[in-house]
């Protein structure tokens, strides 16, 4: 994944990406997972599965330590280099509006592209 804050003159001031160091089936609804990178096993998501990295894991954030307060487009790329195949990329990225104050980030008004 790779995420990015644009400010209102179209400028990237703000990147990061997400570390990834396994794809698995860890979060199924309806469906068996496939997937277990246990002992380097096959690596992949099924369909109707997540791959979650929750935020304690270290690389699962951006830094906005010196971001100034203000509104911002947050985009958010998943496969932005079309590395793993898929029926489609056409939701594979979401930008937002993004409100910084310092105290909080609020992210909404979201919407799906193409990375």
Known sequence: SHF??????????????KASFCLEDNDCDGVDPHYDCENYGDQGITAGCKDIYYYNIDCQWIDITD?????????????????????????????????????????????????
């Open 67 to 115: 971001l100034p307060i203000g509104t911002y487009t947050f985009k958010m790329a998943i496969n932005p280099e079309y590395k793993i195949p898929e029926i489609t990329f056409e939701n594979n990225a979401a930008l937002c509006t993004l409100y910084y104050s310092q105290m909080t980030a609020v992210i909404n008004n979201c919407t799906l592209t193409r990375p």
């Open 4 to 17: 990015e804050i644009i400010d209102s003159k179209g400028r990237r001031v703000v990147e990061g990406h």
